[in-house]
């Protein structure tokens, strides 16, 4: 459904509501709709035309929610909640496209745009529309009539109101695509401190390996955007961008594409995310949890004054949270289920252990074969000597 923001508690609450059409209001309120909208047909005759044509098909096909919200009921986890975010926004897309249709956000601010007219501040959700209308002609004519449609349904707006056209800055539209459209075939990932450093650096030295970016560490747009967008489905922009360092990386080679993130493993949406793109395997680094805990304390030792010092009160401290954090096992389980066998565990004691035998393993399990002889591993004691 829609996500409507309450102007009370500016709180993003999907409601049920949404999803029950009672016949007598939608029918009143499509005639008067059709009416108060038959002017601006020369505006935009061919997308207005459509969607007038077949609005109640436009409109089935439109209000899932795009960014995601917080679960409805207290016992549900956040993975169940997000897998059923993600799979009803996908199903909504490929219906859309199935119709002929284009699949965007739309957002709409109350404040603004309504004068107040309604209980709601912002309103957020997808919107089908017919392939032949562009971003200006779904903010400004098809966003407004759907707005209208569902806040009628609710009882929020009166039988026969229309918002009418939005002032400027008062709404927006973005185009969503598939996560398929991406394009990366594998992702790195790891836990803090475990060697994913030195595992992408490795790998990038492969004859038939790439990588998007050019570092592990965090720049915010080389990690999807994920954690700050919180989209369901990812926006043409972003589409855009991977393909573009595609083609800027592998000029038309036949390499293999991944995506180094170290954090990745933790962060949930970008779990989902990346379990919606069709065979993308994903590696992820693991290490002894007791020795990076006593990294860590070493870490703050070396910073304080004192000969000894405890790392228990430490863990029961407001700062815990960052100790919690770097648990692993929480994940794991998620990684398993969301990957299955396109998950591949590593453990950091093999990288330096068996440098050969475990990078020739990852380029197997990536389907490239083995490194070339002589090949030198960073990080590591050994030289490979295939």
């Known amino acids: 459904q829609p996500q409507f923001t309450p102007r009370a508690t500016l709180a993003v609450t999907p409601s049920p509501e949404l999803c029950q059409m009672r016949s007598l209001e939608l029918s009143l309120a499509f005639a008067s709709a059709l009416a108060s909208w038959s002017a601006d047909a020369e505006l935009f005759p061919e997308c207005i035309a459509e969607y007038e044509a077949r609005f109640l098909q436009w409109a089935g096909l439109s209000g899932q929610a795009t960014t995601v919200v917080p679960p409805r009921r207290s016992d549900m986890s956040e993975q169940v909640w997000l897998e059923a975010l993600f799979v009803s926004a996908s199903s909504q897309l490929e219906r859309c496209r199935a119709e002929g249709g284009r ?63 939005p002032a400027d800055g008062s709404a927006e539209a973005v185009e969503l695509l598939r996560w398929a459209d991406i394009g990366i075939d594998f992702a790195l990932s790891g ?32 990690d999807f955007r994920l954690v700050s967008s919180r989209k369901t489905l990812p926006t043409r922009c972003m589409v855009e961008e991977f393909r573009e360092k595609r083609l800027s990386v592998l000029s038309g080679r036949r390499h293999l594409l991944g995506h180094s993130c170290a954090i990745l493993w933790s962060m949930p949406i970008a ?107 960073s990080g590591t004691t050994r030289t490979a000597d295939t």
């Not at 919107?127 to 098809?142: D, G, K």
């Not at 401190?193 to 790439?210: D, E, M, P, Q, V």
């Not at 990957?339 to 035998?357: D, K």
Request: glycine share 6%; charged share 25%; proline share 5%.
């Open 103 to 165: 699949y965007w956000e739309g957002r709409l601010d109350m404040d603004q745009y309504a004068l107040n007219s309604t209980p709601y501040q912002q309103a957020v959700c997808s919107i089908c529309s017919p392939q032949s209308c562009n971003r200006s002609e779904v903010v400004f004519e098809i966003l407004p009539r759907f707005m209208s449609h569902q806040l009628r349904l609710t009882g929020a707006a009166p039988l026969g109101a229309d918002l009418g056209r």
């Open 191 to 222: 836990a803090d401190g475990c060697g994913t450093t030195s595992l992408f650096r490795n790998l990038r030295r492969h004859a038939r390996i790439a990588f998007t970016n050019n570092s592990t560490m965090g720049k915010q747009d080389e």
């Open 271 to 377: 779990r989902q995310a990346l379990a919606s793109i069709p065979g993308l395997k994903v590696i992820v680094v693991l290490c002894d949890p007791v020795g990076r805990f006593e990294k860590e304390v070493l870490e703050k030792v070396g910073q304080r004054p004192a000969s000894t010092w405890f790392a228990l009160p430490e863990l029961r401290s407001p700062d815990a949270k960052a100790w919690r954090w770097q648990r692993f096992a929480r994940h794991l389980n998620d990684l398993r289920r969301l990957f299955g066998e396109r998950l591949l565990l590593i453990h950091q004691a093999s990288l330096r252990s068996q440098p050969r035998e475990t990078f020739n393993a990852i380029a197997d399990f990536l389907g490239r074969g083995p490194f070339q002889r002589g090949s030198s591993f």
